[in-house]
């Protein structure tokens, strides 16, 4: 089967099995994704609702996080991870934003990775899904089944992101993101994946029939 068509059959499984799925971090604007964004990073989505929840209450504009101490911005979003980071980013991130952007969160990507922090994963996390921008979001799910489905054979997230922005049509760009992290989540798990059980098995180059891996 040439690529172009089991690409064609991949996302149209995808969108029937789970249809248009939101942004997993809980936000109501665009500095909240942004920071939360920023905070996911070697963290679970589920952790960083957690901590958002209570974290939002208590800085609730640009201006607090640009102005908060570290220390205690540290101990707010220690659970994260990699929190004296992140803490330094996010407030960096935050005095820039203010400086530079009015206030505002730019929509374009160089602008966006230039703040501390920000990569092009959450760069385009922000464009997608709060500009609308069709952008690939490359994070770990992505990355690994990507690979799994012989889409690409790189393990640079940026060379993934250019790869799938050649074989994938634009309206499929944001979606084949949070589509593939349900499917990692509940199907393609990494350590334990239910093959059996996958309704991409029989596009999928590392499937063995009658073999759950």
């Known amino acids: 089967m040439e690529q172009k068509e089991r690409v064609r059959q991949i996302l149209e ?3 029937k099995e789970y249809g248009p799925v939101k942004c997993y971090l809980n936000h109501q604007n665009a500095w909240q994704l942004l920071i939360a964004t920023i905070l996911s990073a070697q963290c679970t989505d589920d952790r960083v609702n957690m901590v958002t929840e209570e974290l939002f209450k208590k800085y609730k504009t640009i201006k607090d996080f640009a102005e908060a101490s570290q220390q205690e911005l540290e101990n707010d979003i220690r659970s994260t991870g990699f929190f004296r ?7 960096a991130c935050c005095q820039s934003l203010l400086t530079n952007y009015n206030g505002q969160v730019p929509s374009d990507i160089d ?3 230039s703040l501390a922090g920000v ?5 385009n996390v922000v464009r997608g899904n709060i500009y609308g921008i069709p952008s690939i979001v490359v994070d770990t799910h992505v990355k690994r089944i990507t690979n799994l489905l012989g889409l690409t054979k790189s ?17 499929h760009w944001i979606s084949y993101n949070t589509q593939i992290i349900a499917l990692g989540r509940k199907i393609c798990i990494a350590r334990r994946p239910k093959c059996g059980e996958c309704f991409l098995s029989h596009l999928c180059p590392h499937f063995t029939p009658g073999i759950d891996q």
Request: charged share 35%.
């Open 155 to 171: 393990q640079d997230p940026v060379k993934i992101e250019h790869e799938l922005m050649e074989i994938l049509p634009e309206d």
């Open 85 to 91: 980071n992140k803490a330094k980013n996010i407030i």
């Open 111 to 113: 602008a966006l990775t």
């Open 13 to 15: 499984l995808l969108d």
């Open 119 to 123: 990569g092009r994963k959450t760069a």
